[in-house]
C-alpha cells in the first residue's frame, strides 16, 4: 500500500506535488484538480468561480485595475453605488493566468489575501463569458405591465430577503391586495426567464411586475392558477411533478419546498403564537396561528433562488460564492438607507467553527460596513444527533483512532476535515482504507493521493501547513470518490470503515477538530448522497446530550451550521413548546460539554432560539406549501432561523 503524489494542476498550472505548494490554498481545490474535477460534473470549467478576501486596504477597484478581464471577472455589483466602502470581498470567474499572478511576482500577489473555491459539485452552467441577455418573461407587454415596470425602484425602510430555494412567489401568503409582495427575484442558474440582472452578470431576474403580469395570464374562473404561473416563469421544480421516467436525480415533488416554508415563517400573514409571546397557560398543542399585524407581514420581499446545483450539493461546494452574490444582490435592490434583514437556513458541517471562513469573515464585514441597517440570520444546524464531529486533545507522544464510515451506494464524493490548532506541526495522520493496510503516515506540510494501482485517485489527504478556508491553524482534507456509480468511467471508492490514526509526534498537546461533510439529500431532491459518520464503542446512543466523563471523541457538542460562527450573524437554534426545551437535533445553549478543551474562538452555542418542534410526538411546525391555502410540516432549525429573522425586521 502506498501514497501517490498529486499531479500538477491542469487548470491552475500548479505542480502540487512540489513542496509547500498546497500551503494557504483551498484544499478542495487541489482535490478538484486530483481528480480532474470529476466530481464537478465531471467537466473541467472553463471559467473557475472563487470568493476572494483582499489584503487590508486594498479594493476591489484596485484588484480589477491590476487585473485583465480576459483572465478575471468580478461581478458589477461589487464595485457598484450600493456596494459598501470598503468592502474587501468579491467573488470572482477567473481563467487559468489568475493562479500565474498570484504568485510572488505577479500582479495580484500584494493584493489577494486568499481564495476559496465556489464550484458545484455537479455540471456547471455559470461560465463567465460576460453578462448575460437573458429573455423576458412571457405576457411582459402591453401599457399596464410598462407602467408597473417603471414603477420598480429601490426599496426603503424595513426589508426582508431570503437566500433559498424553490421559493412560491405566486402563493397568496406572499401576496398584498393581490398582487406580489416579492419585489425582486433572483434565480442563479441559466434556466427559466427574466432579464439577467447585469450587476452579477449571470442568472435571471423577476420584479413583481413580471409575477403579477404571469399571474393576471392564468386566472381561470377568477382562480390563479399557481401551476400555469411557475411554468410560464420557468420555475420547474413548482411547476409540476415529474414524470416517473425522468432522470433518477431530478426533483421528486413539487407540493412541498423548503424555501416557500421558510419564507411563511418569516413573512407569512400569520404568526406562530407562541413565537408573539401570546401562549395560553398550559397550553400544550401543536402551535397555533394568530393573523399577523407586523411588518414583516407588510414588507417588500427579495428572494433570491440559489443554483440548483448548490442547493443540490449539500457538501457546500459553492455556497460562498452564490450566497455572497445573493447577498450583494439584496443590496442592490435596496436605498442606502433601508433596514435589511435576510435569512439563510441553507449551510454545511465542515469547517473551522470559528467564524474565520471566508464566507462568514465577509458577511460580519458588510453587516459591519452598514453600521446596523443589515442583520443575517442563519439556522444552527441539525446535525446534533449524526456523529459528524470528534474532538480530542493529544498529549505528547498520544494516539488515537477515527473510525469513519463511508457508507456503500453513495453516489458523492465524502469529505472530513481535521482542524489542528495553531503552531502544532508535529500531528501526523496515518490513514487505512477500509480492507486494506495502512498507508504511511504523513507530516505536517504533506499532501498525497491513493489511486490502489488505477490511475484515477479514490482519495486524497491533503495536509497543508495552512489553508484558505480558515484563519487559524490548518485544516488536513480527507476526501473520497463516490462508492457506487452508474457511469462505468467512474472511480468508486471502497465502503466500509475508515481509520484515521493521529499521532502527536510534537512536544506540546494539540486539540484537534474532526468534521465529517454534509451529503444528506435536500427536500424535493434526489442526488444520490449517503451522509457518512464516526463510529466508536464508548459512543451512546440513547443520549441525547454528551457525558463530559464518556471516553468517546464523538461529541454531539461541536456540531454546528460550519457558515454560521461568525461573530455577527445571528444563529438560531431550535426548541419545543412541551417537553424537553431543545429540539434534539439542534445545538443547544448553555453547552452541555463546555468543559472540554476547545481550539480558540470555536463556536458550539446557538446565539438566539426560536421553535422548530411542537413536542416530542409532534416534530416540525407548519408553513406554507407550494399553493395557496396547502400546509406541510417540515422541521429543523430552517424553521427556527426565519422566525427570528422577522423578530429582528419587526425590531429594527
Known sequence: MSWTKLPKGEFTGIDWARPGATAGFDPYLIWAEADDFAGYGDRRPKWLPIAIELQPGTSVQQLL????????HVPPVYTSRTAPTGLKFCTARVRPAFFKHIQPGGRLHALVLRFELGLPAAEY??????????????????????????????LSGKVLGLIDDSLALAHANFLYEGKARTRYFWRQDAKGTGRTPQPLGYGHELTAAD?????????YSGLVDESAVYVALGLSTLGKKMPRHQHFFHALDTSVSHGSHVMDLAAGPRTLLAQVGNLPPGFDAPPSWATANDDASRAPLIAVQLDYDTVRDTSGGSMNVHVLD???YILSRCTDDAKVTV????GTLAGPHDGTSLLEAAMDELIALLNGRLQITLAAGNSYQLRTHANKTLSKGERITLDWHGLPDDSTQSFVELWIEENCDGLEIRLTPPGCAPLPALKFGESRMWTRGGKQPLCALIYPTAVATGRRGTCALLAVAPTFSFEH????????VWKIELINTGKKRVTVDAYVERDDVVVGTRSGARQSHFEDEHYDMQAVVDNPGNPTPIRRSGNFNSIATGQRTVSVGGTRITGPHWAHYSPQRPDPDAGRPQRPGVVKVPDAEAISDCNPATLGVSAAGTRSNATVRLRGTSDASPQEARRILNSM
Not at 65 to 72: I, R
Not at 211 to 219: D, H, L, W, Y
Open 65 to 72: 485595475d491590476a487585473a485583465s478581464e480576459k483572465w478575471l
Open 125 to 154: 452552467a455559470d461560465d463567465q463569458t460576460g453578462p448575460g441577455k437573458g429573455s423576458l418573461p412571457p405576457h411582459s407587454t402591453g401599457a399596464a405591465y410598462q407602467a408597473e415596470a417603471q414603477a420598480e425602484t429601490l
Open 211 to 219: 409575477i403579477n403580469a404571469a399571474m393576471q395570464a392564468n386566472v
Open 326 to 328: 445573493g447577498l450583494m
Open 343 to 346: 435569512n439563510i437556513s441553507f
Open 489 to 496: 468511467k467512474t472511480a468508486t471508492a471502497p465502503s466500509g
